[in-house]
Structure formats: C-alpha cells, structure tokens
C-alpha cells in the first residue's frame, strides 16, 4: 500500500476512525511498516488485537517496526493503539438496547425534543466535513454513466432511504431497481449483473450479513459499487469504489438516518446539476402516466396536463 510522503508523523484524531487512520495520505513509511499496515488491513480489527509480537510475526517483521508505526500513526504505544481500536469496536457493536440506560436522560424533561433535535444538526453538520466533495463528483460520475440496472439496497433500517433514492432516480433515468428486503430470488440476480450495472447500498453500524454477502457477490462480478455508511464502516467499505460517510449518533438509543437522507438527497442533486436537462422528457412522460392514472389528489384523466401538488 503506497503512502504520500511528507516529514514526519501525523496524530490520530479521535474524529477519525483507526482505518482512516492507517490509510490516510501525509505518512512516509518504511517497507516493512508498510508490511504491518497491510496485515492489520487484511484482517481488520482481529490481527492488531493480539499482542504486538503476534501482529510482527504476521507481518514478517520486528517487534520493533510495529512500535515505531504505532508511534509514527500518532499513538503513545501499542496499548493505547488496540485501546482505541476496541472502543471502536466496542461503539460499532452497540445496539439501541445498550445504548437506552446512557441516553435515557437525554430524552425527558422539557427540553427533550429541543436537545434531539438539536443533536441531529450537529450530526448533519458533522456529516458535512466527514466526505471530500470530489467524492460526490465521483458517485454522480458512475451513478450517470451507469449503461445497465442501478439496483438500490438498504438494511432493516436503511432501506428506506434505498427506496427514497430510488423514487429519485427511476425520474432521472430508466432501469432502477428497488430490491427492498432481500429474499433468494434477489440473489438470483447475480447472475445477470456485471460491470454496466450499479449498485448503491445503504449499511450502518449493526450491519445486516445478507447485504454485505450481496455487495461482496455483486463486486466479484465487476459491479461497481457505492456505499452509503458510517464513521465505523461496513466492511463494504473494502471494496467499494465510493464510500460516503454519514454521521448518525444522536441524543436517542437510536441512530438518526437524517444526515443519510440528506446526503442521499445531496447526490441526487448533484446529479441534476450535471444532467443537462435531458432527465425533462423522461419526468414529464412520467407527469402523463400519473396524470392519465390520477396517481396524486386533483389528478385524472380529466385533468391530464394539469399542475397539481406532487410527492415527488
């Protein structure tokens, strides 16, 4: 793994995940250190979470290389490396049930839904500063050239952001596929994808072990992939070619989706921006077939080409 150079180590930031750090750009690595970043990758978290001798003896190198790179990541040693590193674990673990007893003050009084809500803005201004903008640039690009199906895919929660983007985007272009709740039948089409095709998917923390076996399947086949996730990352992060990351700790035992939404929302209008109007022919034959099947209030056959309020 090939790291930019620049004089000396960098800090770990807390704002930063332990992955991000041990692939982030501005560190100068020796080969062997770099032989340590790669065996920690290959089988992340499990191989740093042993001692610092089993982690150099995976790597092929001293015990003293797996010193120096902690240090050089910005640590003050391997225990306080696999510290952060097992409250991360620990964080990406936790469920609503876990996480009721701590935020359960939060949530009464007054003040409660004032205190959420405002907890949501800070997530979403969070969110902000966590994805570099040519990341969006990039997701449009292959979410436009895209000459095949973009399939959608979400978890238990998740998916109804999939479904919402995928409401966008059957307007912007033909051959969207919501696939909803995946059943055996979804896996079956696998064997028609390759690397025409799309697939954007939505995975927060608890991730579900069928869309993660979904991507990972869609991958091999050369499907492009963009991944929707959190600070901690599903593990499609691995192999996805976009992945945004969206924060979602708010003051409730459950994760908020609403800085995922308006990311969501943000890609979807980023790619109008760089459509160059030809989406209008498709959205008003669209306006036609609802109007002709009086999909929305005020709407019929009667009023075909009228303007009426629209969900979307």
Known sequence: MKQHLHSGSEPAPSTRSVRDVLTGSGLRLTPSEEKVVQAILADYPVAALGTATSLARRAGVSDPTVVRLVAKLGFEGFADFQARLLAEVESRLQSPLTM???????????????????????????????????LYDRACKLLLEAKGEVLVLGGRFSRNVAGMLASYLVQLRPRVVDLGRLSPDEFDRLIDLDRRDLLIVFDYRRYQSDVVAFARQANARKVPVILFTDPWRSPIAEFADVALIAEGEAGSPFDTLAPAVAQMEALVAHALGRTRGQ????????????????????AGPQNEGAETGDDG
């Open 100 to 134: 009721l007893a701590a935020k359960r003050r939060e949530l009464g009084g007054e003040t409660g839904v004032a205190r959420y809500l405002h907890s949501v803005g800070a997530a979403l201004e969070r969110t902000e500063s966590l994805v570099p903008l040519q």
């Open 279 to 298: 989406e209008r022919r498709r959205m008003e034959a669209l306006e036609r077939v609802r109007g002709s099947n009086g999909v929305t209030i005020g």
